[in-house]
C-alpha cells in the first residue's frame, strides 16, 4: 500500500525514514556497551562513580526499559505503517522520538537527580504507546489493540520501578522491572505467534501454513500478563506453589508452539533457528522458576536472566537481523559472519544462566564478552544498511 509521498519521504535522511532505523542501531550500540560496563561495575571498576539510583538499578532498568523498549519501539513504530495504511513518525517527529530516548540513558548514566529523570523516563514510553494508539484507532484495527494496552501497562511498571528509586526501595524496583519483563514476554507470545510460523514457512517454501490456534496464543499472552500483574503487586517475589503452577502451564504451552512450528530443515537457515531457540529460552525460563517456586531450586536470578538474556535479547538479536533486511531491500540473506553473532550470543546466554552461579566472576565476564562481541558484529554488519537508502530505491 502506497501511504507516504514518495518525493517527500525520499528527501529526508535515511537514517530517519522509518523507526527501525535509528532504534535498531541506538539499541544495538547501547547493548554492547551497557553489559560490559555492568559487569565491570560489578567487579569493583571506578568505585565512586554511580549513575541514578545506583549501578544495580541502572542495570535493572536500563536492560529492559532502555536496550529492549528501544528495539520494540523501532519494530512497532514501523510494523504499524503495514498494518494500519497510516504514515509512520519519520523526519523530525522520529528524531524527537530518538533524542527523548537518548536524553533518558544518558541521565540515568550521568547520575541526573531522580526528580528529574522519572519524567523524561516516562516520556519516551508515554510517546511511543500514544502513537501507536492513534494510528491504531484512526483505522479501528481492533486486533492490534492488545498491543497498546501492553504498552500502556509497560508505562506503570516504569514508574513503580522509578517510585523504588525514588525511594530507595529495593523491593519496589524489583517488582516494577518483573512486570515490565513479563509484559515483554506477553509481546513476544502475542508477536511471536504471530510472524515466527510465519517466517519458518516463508523461509524454507513451505506451501502450507501451521495452523494457529487462538486459545493458546490468548491463554500464553493472558497468562504472561497475569505473571506481569502478580510481581506488580508483590505477590510473586517468594515462592508459591499455585504460581509455580502457572510458569509450569506458560512453559509447557510455548513448548507445545514450538513443537507445532518445527521444521527439520530450519536448523539449516540461522536467520529460522535463532528465532526459535529465542523462544526455547523462553520454556528453560519457565520451567526453571516453576521449579524455583516449588522449592528445587535455591535461586531464581538464573531462570530470570534465560527470559531477560537467551529470550527476549536473543529474540531482539533475531528480529533485527531479520527485519533490517527485509526493510532496507535486501535479499533475506545473513552478511558474511554473522551467523557468529547468533553462536556467540547464545553461548554468553548459556554462561549468564548456566555457569555465572558457580564462577560468578569468570562466568559473568565470559557472557559479557560473547553479549557485547554479538551486537559489534550486528552492528558492523548492519550500520551501514540502517543509516543508507533502500537498495531498490523505494521509500522507508
Known amino acids: 500500500m502506497q501511504v507516504v509521498d514518495r518525493r517527500k519521504a525520499l528527501s529526508i535522511p535515511p537514517v530517519w525514514r522509518l523507526a527501525f532505523r535509528p532504534f535498531f542501531l541506538a539499541g544495538s550500540v547501547y547493548a554492547l556497551l551497557a553489559i560490559p560496563l555492568w559487569v565491570a561495575a560489578w567487579t569493583g571498576f571506578w568505585p565512586g562513580f554511580q549513575p541514578t539510583g545506583g549501578w544495580l538499578a541502572w542495570h535493572r532498568h536500563e536492560m529492559l526499559f532502555g536496550f529492549a523498549m528501544a528495539i520494540v519501539a523501532g519494530f512497532l513504530l514501523t510494523a504499524v505503517q503495514t498494518w494500519t495504511g497510516q504514515v509512520a513518525p519519520s523526519g523530525n517527529r522520529l528524531m524527537g522520538v530518538a533524542l527523548i530516548w537518548l536524553a533518558a540513558r544518558l ?152 513443537v507445532r512450528w518445527y521444521d527439520a530443515d530450519l536448523r539449516k537457515v540461522p536467520l529460522l533457528w535463532s528465532l526459535h531457540l529465542a523462544m526455547l529460552w523462553l520454556v528453560v525460563a519457565c520451567f526453571g522458576l516453576a521449579l524455583w517456586h516449588f522449592g528445587v531450586l535455591a535461586q531464581s536470578s538464573p531462570a530470570l536472566h534465560a527470559l531477560s538474556v537467551g529470550s527476549m535479547s536473543g529474540l531482539i538479536l533475531a528480529m533485527i537481523a531479520r527485519v533490517t533486511l527485509g526493510h532496507t531491500g535486501r535479499p533475506l540473506q545473513l552478511p558474511a559472519g554473522v551467523v557468529w553473532a547468533f553462536v556467540l550470543f547464545n553461548l554468553g546466554a548459556f554462561a549468564r544462566v548456566f555457569l555465572a552461579t558457580a564462577w560468578p566472576v569468570p562466568g559473568l565476564w565470559l557472557a559479557a564478552i560473547c553479549w557485547a562481541s554479538a551486537f559489534a558484529l550486528y552492528v558492523w554488519r548492519y550500520a551501514p544498511m540502517l543509516v543508507a537508502a533502500r537498495v531498490d530505491g523505494h521509500p522507508g
Request: no cysteine.
Open 107 to 258: 541521565g540515568w548514566l550521568l547520575g541526573l537527580p531522580a526528580p528529574l529523570l522519572v519524567p523524561l523516563d516516562l516520556l519516551f514510553l508515554l510517546v511511543v504507546a500514544w502513537m501507536m494508539a492513534r494510528m491504531l484507532w484512526a483505522v479501528r484495527q481492533q486486533r492490534n489493540y492488545p498491543i497498546v494496552v501492553v504498552l500502556t501497562l509497560m508505562i506503570g511498571a516504569d514508574a513503580l520501578m522509578l517510585a523504588g528509586v525514588l525511594q530507595g526501595n529495593d523491593a519496589l524496583q524489583r517488582q516494577g522491572v518483573l512486570a515490565g519483563l513479563w509484559l515483554v514476554a506477553a509481546l513476544m507470545a502475542l508477536i511471536g505467534g504471530r510472524v515466527i510460523p510465519f517466517f519458518t514457512q516463508r523461509g524454507l517454501g513451505r506451501t502450507a501454513q501451521v495452523k494457529a490456534w487462538p486459545w493458546l496464543d490468548w491463554s500464553l499472552l493472558v497468562g504472561s500478563a497475569l505473571i506481569a500483574l502478580l510481581h506488580a503487586f508483590g505477590v510473586a517475589l517468594a515462592p508459591h506453589a499455585l504460581i509455580g503452577l502457572l510458569f509450569l502451564a506458560i512453559g509447557l504451552g510455548h513448548l507445545l508452539r514450538l
